[in-house]
């Protein structure tokens, strides 16, 4: 075939591939890492149901993050136990902070690694199987939300829980798990009620050992 030939072959105009190129860095957009650009916002890593994960609304995880740090206190220590949201919260918070808090979130999903050294692999079947730097008690307060509502789930992540913290306690799971929470970590269900960005079948209740704003 002669090089004259090409002059038969259709060719594309240019508003088609415009909107050809659009449609191919569109897919690559969403084909990339599931953290956003402004990776620390709520839902920068998008929920996978599958491994039971339901992020909190803005408002819910801002009111969190707020009572984490009054209870943490200047220079204190947060660990966020499967609570991806606050922690991501309370990342964003930090531009207008000046306590000092620290966060560090303990998580299954690994695409929370994006964060750096403060995300740490955290499998609740394994509840002490912990890297060496997070000492017993070396926390002000840890915040846990549970994967599963079951008393083996919680039985275990307390385990956990009580290795990291130095006493104060904040427990978001299902209203339904009021007597094991109290029996397991001598928690007390909140008046304050926690909602997700999708509502989900089961009630949802906060739980403390200590005094808080929370309760009333």
């Known amino acids: 075939m002669s090089d004259s030939d090409d002059d038969d072959v259709p060719q594309l105009s240019a508003d088609t591939l415009a909107a050809l190129q659009e449609f191919y860095a ?5 084909g990339q890492d599931t953290v956003k650009t402004d990776k620390f916002s709520v839902g ?5 149901w599958r491994m039971s994960q339901f992020w909190y609304s ?22 966020c136990l499967s609570a991806p949201s606050v922690y991501q919260k309370l990342k964003q918070l930090e531009s207008v902070r000046s306590d000092g808090v620290s966060a560090v979130l303990l998580e299954f999903d690994r695409r929370f690694a994006a ?13 002490l ?11 002000d307060i840890v915040i846990a939300d549970p994967p599963y509502l079951s008393e083996e789930c919680l039985s275990k992540v307390t385990l956990t829980v009580k290795h990291l913290t130095k006493g104060k306690i904040l427990l978001c799971t299902g209203a339904i798990m009021e007597e094991h929470a109290g029996k397991l970590m001598d928690l007390k269900m909140c008046s ?5 960005n ?6 949802f209740r906060c739980y403390v050992n200590y005094e808080s704003r929370l309760l009333s």
Do not use: M, W
Not at 118 to 125: I, L, P, R
Not at 192 to 196: A, G, I, T, Y
Not at 198 to 203: F, G, I, P, R, T
């Open 58 to 79: 803005e408002e819910t995880a801002s009111r969190l993050a707020e009572e984490l740090l009054q209870q943490a206190g200047q220079q204190g220590r947060i660990a």
């Open 115 to 127: 964060y750096g050294d403060e995300f740490v692999f955290y499998d609740y079947n394994n509840p």
């Open 129 to 139: 199987c912990l890297p060496e730097d997070l000492l017993p008690q070396s926390f």
């Open 198 to 203: 999708h509502n989900l079948a089961n009630e």
């Open 192 to 196: 304050f009620l926690p909602k997700h």
């Open 26 to 30: 569109e897919t690559g957009r969403a």
């Open 44 to 48: 920068a890593v998008e929920e996978d």
